[in-house]
């Protein structure tokens, strides 16, 4: 089944399929970059678009940035295979080692926790904020030479309140998205 636009999200509760145009997909994925991977392989199997579209809530990790954002560039933040290769980058392996969106943006770095200390990583490789399933999802769609694009609403600091602060604004993000993306349409 061919759809021109597939959306990509973690969780239901942060993008209500209700809220979304009858005719545009949206696959939840669940948490995480293996959860990510595997989920957004099936959906371009499956609904053969042409954009993908990701849409999920970060940790901030610039104080200058807030509300919803679209992100330019992601990387890995968790990959650390040293000495055989830097963190973030995967060692023995031929693919890019971070991904750009179609449009400008912030630095998302993705990774399998929950950031909720400062690190200063981060900070030195110029790191926005910070998810757990972008990275997974347009690795995904470079490999199958799909243009994406991914919007993010922070929800928290990436501090010792984060837990907290999520679950309290995770689905903040969901109206300003769906009016974002209605007038891309327009």
Known sequence: MKNHTLIITALETELPRRLLPVDMAIVYTGVGKVNASIATVKAIQQYEPNRVINFGTVGRIN?????????????????????????????????????????????????????TAEDLWLHNHQVDVVDMELFAIAAVAYDFNIPWQSFKYITDDANNDSGDDWQAKVGLGADLFIQSLVQSYS
Not at 73 to 87: C, S
């Open 63 to 115: 104080p200058a940035v807030h509300g919803l954002i679209e992100i330019g560039r992601v990387v890995q933040r968790d990959m650390m295979a040293e000495p055989l290769a830097p963190r973030g980058q995967v060692p023995f392996c031929m693919k890019p080692q971070e991904y750009l969106a179609q449009g400008k943006g912030y630095t998302c770095g993705t990774g399998d926790s929950f950031v």
